[in-house]
């Protein structure tokens, strides 16, 4: 089945570190992919829709130069988290979009804590 | 309002009941429906569509009122590996595969 791999699963780091997290579609094309963010007991929200060869379209309230977004291939998206404050730990979820027939597959997630 | 909501839990049943959750979403025009499940600190995995006729799958039915607007799960003989968090997504009309999630309601089953 389809896969996306989503690195690193884990990132414990200092208050005014960026962190750049990457989501691989391993066996098919992806034009698209999505990244959301989960809070503890929060459902997970959408922070912006990568396009590749594209910007990224950002959700309302997500600040763009917060969390950068590129989508260089077709199989690969990143996510910077610049300067990094303990508001952003969270957990932070990409999910691809299979160009053959639109189905959406998640990553593993990257659990991001800043002290 | 928001746009998922659900009822957030928990619901506690023996090993073996039958256990029904609904989910209400706000906008009319949408026009897919999922169940996902979410284990704890996991990403979600895609338990099954909702369609309008309805559909089972295993111990698993889900069904979608368009003019009540929500969605409902039934499983039926619960096993303790159906612990987890179920969420309910709907994509809105031209939302483009954009997914809303509600908060989830968390099950537990015990012995």
């Known amino acids: 089945g389809a896969v996306v791999s989503q690195h690193p699963s884990r990132v414990i780091c200092k208050s005014g570190t960026s962190v750049k997290i990457e989501c691989r579609s391993l066996?098919?094309?992806?034009?698209?992919m999505f990244w959301y963010r989960q809070f503890p007991k929060k459902s997970l929200m959408l922070m912006a829709t990568?396009?590749?060869?594209?910007?990224?379209?950002?959700e309302q309230g997500v600040e763009k130069d917060k969390f950068l977004i590129n989508h260089a291939s077709l199989t690969l998206s990143t996510l910077t988290v610049t300067s990094a404050h303990p508001e952003d730990s969270s957990f932070y979820i990409c999910?691809?979009?299979?160009?053959?027939?639109?189905?959406?597959?998640f990553g593993d997630g990257t659990r991001l804590s800043i002290l | 309002r928001k746009e998922v909501e659900q009822d957030p839990g928990p619901f506690n049943v023996p090993e073996g009941a039958t256990v029904a959750f609904n989910c209400t979403y706000s906008?009319?025009?949408?026009?897919?429906f999922f169940w996902y499940r979410q284990d704890c600190r996991k990403e979600p995995k895609l338990l099954m569509s909702?369609?309008?006729s309805g559909n089972e799958d295993g111990r698993f039915t889900a069904q979608l009122n368009r003019a009540s607007q929500y969605i409902s799960l039934l499983i039926r003989d619960s096993k303790l590996s159906d612990s987890a968090t179920y969420l309910c997504?709907?994509?809105?009309?031209?939302?483009?595969?954009?997914?809303?999630f509600g908060t989830g309601t968390q099950l537990k089953v015990e012995l």
């Open positions: 999910s691809a979009r299979d160009a053959r027939d639109q189905s959406q597959h």
């Open positions: 066996d098919f094309q992806a034009t698209t």
């Open positions: 990568s396009n590749e060869g594209s910007k990224a379209t950002y």
């Open positions: 906008n009319s025009a949408s026009q897919s």
């Open positions: 909702v369609y309008s």
């Open positions: 997504v709907v994509n809105p009309s031209g939302g483009g595969n954009k997914l809303t």
